[in-house]
């Protein structure tokens, strides 16, 4: 991702001219503000825009994952079962959600969960509501957690979905922050 942001800076910032502005301060500034647009034409597409068109909030994106996952019998649901699973086959996972928890034996459990994630290099997602969480993985309980088991296609080849791809990439912008970001879930 990092890459992939330095080369659409490089690019944009490349038709910026005249002396006034210097380069650092503005790719500094071409970074903040183009995180939220992505190149999705491909070369082809018409449109004055140039191909760029606003993506849908992270949240947005969080919902479809787990749908998807969710109808594909791929989501894990409930911090003791997510343990679990993850006990037996760490290396099956792509995204740890998380949700707070009002209850602090959980916490404890979801900080040491944290740490086994990172350790085994499972992007960990916090996000805003446990009852948007357990209402978007369809649970009749409120459950905090949520893990996404990766895609795997015939000959054990480990696939990643689009959606799934724009969530590693938002993981890689937020994976040396010291605290991470929760995620607003739609209310829907």
């Known amino acids: 991702m990092v890459i992939a942001t330095k080369i659409r800076t490089s690019s944009i910032s490349s038709t910026i001219e005249g002396g006034d502005i210097d380069a650092k301060l503005a790719n500094l500034f071409l970074d903040s503000t183009t995180t939220g647009k992505e190149n999705v034409g491909g070369g082809g597409g018409g449109g004055g825009d140039g191909g760029m068109m606003m993506v849908e909030p992270i949240g947005a994106t969080v919902r479809r994952a787990l749908v998807a996952a969710s109808r594909e019998d791929r989501a894990i649901v409930g911090l003791s079962e997510s343990i679990n699973a993850l006990s037996k086959t760490p290396e099956d996972f792509l995204f740890c959600f998380l949700a707070a928890s009002g209850n602090p034996a959980n916490h404890m459990h ?79």
């Open 110 to 188: 979801q900080v040491l969960l944290e740490a086994f994630c990172f350790e085994h290099d499972i992007y960990i997602i916090k996000v805003d509501s446990a009852e948007k969480l357990s209402r978007m993985l369809g649970t009749p309980r409120v459950e905090s957690c949520a893990l996404l088991q990766k895609s795997w296609s015939e000959g054990r080849t480990e696939t990643i979905t689009d959606v799934e791809d724009q969530l590693v990439d938002y993981c890689e912008e937020h994976w040396e922050a010291p605290i991470k970001p929760i995620v607003k879930l739609p209310e829907k």
